[in-house]
T-cell receptor, first 111, second 112 residues
Framework: DVKVTQSSRYLVKRTGEKVFLECVQDMDHENMFWYRQDPGLGLRLIYFSYDVKMKEKGDIPEGYSVSREKKERFSLILESASTNQTSMYLC??????????FGDGTRLSIL | QKEVEQNSGPLSVPEGAIASLNCTYSDRGSQSFFWYRQYSGKSPELIMSIYSNGDKEDGRFTAQLNKASQYVSLLIRDSQPSDSATYLCAVPRGGGSYIPTFGRGTSLIVHP
């Protein structure tokens, strides 16, 4: 069974901090994704990666960057955290056109 | 961007009834369709995939796909209070893309 692991379930940071969210998958999937989910807005794609060191902007990349140095690991970086980045962050991985597998999510609060 | 539309609900049904959840999509080229269940505070989990027209059954769940009318439905028979959750429809963006567009979800409440 696919396992997608996010490093933290809950995280509290201060405005202006640089924040790292980590995601690891164990199924050798090529494709990995970062989403944020907010009430009434659904899942919104921030960035995705289709190979090591390859990344593409999603629908709302502003204020974020990503890193994929190894196939199994995909990191989301908030360069200078702001309160409007308080949200639930979800990582997912997938092989081809199969359904995505999600991690447990990180609930991030920026104070 | 291709659209995936769901009624936000809440859809309220009594225990034991059939819950019917609907999703429409705009991209006629879409080939695969997914239903996820998301409990409050948790991440989405896949419950059904469907790739061809018609019905697909898995236990109490049935997915129905009608590509001509561009809708996909999820039926939950013998609804239980534990089915209370938000149900997300996901459709790849088409043109060979594997990136799904998610609907905003329908909230289902099953009351005893």
């Amino acid at each position: 069974d696919v396992k997608v692991t996010q490093s933290s379930r809950y995280l509290v940071k201060r405005t202006g901090e640089k924040v790292f969210l980590e995601c690891v998958q164990d199924m050798d999937h090529e494709n990995m994704f970062w989403y944020r989910q907010d009430p009434g807005l659904g899942l919104r794609l921030i960035y995705f990666s289709y190979d090591v060191k390859m990344k593409e902007k999603g629908d709302i990349p502003e204020g974020y960057s990503v890193s994929r140095e190894k196939k199994e690991r995909f990191s989301l970086i908030l360069e200078s955290a702001s309160t409007n980045q308080t949200s639930m962050y979800l990582c997912a991985s997938v092989d081809g056109n199969q359904p995505q597998h999600f991690g447990d999510g990180t609930r991030l609060s920026i104070l | 961007q291709k659209e995936v539309e769901q009624n936000s609900g809440p859809l309220s049904v009594p225990e034991g009834a059939i819950a019917s959840l609907n999703c429409t999509y705009s991209d006629r080229g879409s080939q695969s369709f997914f239903w996820y269940r998301q409990y409050s505070g948790k991440s989405p989990e896949l419950i059904m995939s469907i790739y061809s027209n018609g019905d697909k059954e898995d236990g109490r769940f049935t997915a129905q796909l009608n590509k001509a009318s561009q809708y996909v439905s999820l039926l939950i028979r013998d609804s239980q209070p534990s089915d209370s959750a938000t149900y997300l429809c996901a459709v790849p963006r088409g043109g060979g893309s594997y990136i799904p567009t998610f609907g905003r979800g329908t909230s289902l409440i099953v009351h005893p």
